[in-house]
């Protein structure tokens, strides 16, 4: 069992910045994938950014060249740093955990990212 607490979520204005940070416990062996998807109202959830264990990673077209995805493996950390924000970013952002064998998926409860215009 694998346990994900998200945090670094609130409200800000167009233009700013966040940083969200996911941390990951439990049975954390053979941990692939972090990453980061977010849902908006009405809306299906997304990918926005991943990270494999390598240092592989994939973002959503939407927020390349604005979001930047790291990760710490000994602190079992994923973070998502978040400039220029915009309106269209406000959604809840859930931290996702893949792992390897099984390919079983983790999520997090998320955290809310409201941006004002």
């Known amino acids: 069992q694998v346990q994900l607490v998200e945090s670094g979520g609130g409200l800000v204005q167009a233009g700013g910045s966040l940083r969200l940070s996911c941390a990951a416990s439990?049975?954390?062996?053979?941990?692939?994938?972090m990453g980061w998807y977010r849902q908006a109202p009405g809306k299906q959830r997304e990918l926005v950014a991943v990270?494999?264990?390598?240092?592989?990673?994939n973002y959503a077209d939407s927020v390349k060249g604005r979001f930047t995805i790291s990760r710490d493996n000994a602190k079992n950390t994923v973070y998502l740093q978040m400039n220029s924000l915009k309106p269209e970013d406000t959604a809840v952002y859930y931290c996702?955990?893949?792992?390897?064998?099984?390919?079983?998926?983790?999520w997090g409860q998320g955290t809310q990212v409201t941006v004002s215009s």
């Open positions: 439990g049975n954390i062996f053979n941990m692939n994938t």
């Open positions: 996702n955990v893949v792992l390897g064998g099984t390919g079983y998926r983790y």
């Open positions: 990270m494999s264990s390598g240092g592989y990673t």
